[in-house]
């Protein structure tokens, strides 16, 4: 498969802040002047995987155009929003919720969040053991313009996600 450019789609880029770290949640979509639609999607997403993680500020929003590697701010309803509760641990900085799925041409797409306070027994939640997970893929699943994967095509969503540490975060946040 030929690899696309990174600028394939019109892109969302969530910022959000947990404790003293901030991360990047990337959603692919066919429209970014489609407001309303983008803030009801992220806020519905946020919310339903809210109970499994620690306090999460979104701190800002950038759109960026497909063709172009510039990304600018937006001032999106969901700018300011908390979700989930708790100040997150060293382990919950580098712990993530990580949503999979692939488009009808084969290309893989995730969206992952970091601040997962569960267990890791099995590194894997199904939406049959969890709510949260299940209530988010309906969410990544629900509107066929919005979580597409790079190549423009709307991705179909796996009913789990994958739930790991990030190498990077631990090295980072080691004592």
């Known amino acids: 498969m030929a690899p696309l450019s990174p600028y394939a789609t019109d892109r969302v880029i969530i910022d959000y802040q947990q404790g003293s770290l901030i991360h ?15 803030e009801n999607s992220v806020g519905d997403f ?22 172009s590697s510039l990304t600018f701010p937006v001032p999106y309803g969901f700018v300011g929003l908390t979700y989930g509760s708790g100040v997150p641990s060293v382990e919950e900085g580098a712990t993530f919720m990580d949503f999979v799925g692939r488009s009808t041409d ?7 969040v970091f601040g ?9 939640l199904t939406a049959t053991e969890s709510t949260e997970v299940s209530d988010a893929v309906d969410v990544l699943n629900a509107e066929p313009s919005l979580w597409w994967a790079i190549g423009g095509l709307k991705a179909i969503w796996y009913p789990y996600a994958n739930i790991g540490y990030n190498a990077y975060w631990q090295r980072n946040l080691r004592s």
């Open 46 to 67: 946020f919310t339903a995987i809210a109970a499994a993680i620690c306090a999460t500020t979104i701190v800002g929003a950038r759109a960026g155009n497909a063709g």
């Open 24 to 38: 990047h949640l990337m959603m692919r979509c066919a429209d970014v002047s489609a407001i309303s639609l983008i």
């Open 116 to 124: 997962y306070q569960g267990g890791l027994s099995s590194f894997r």
């Open 106 to 112: 084969g290309r893989k797409v995730r969206a992952a």
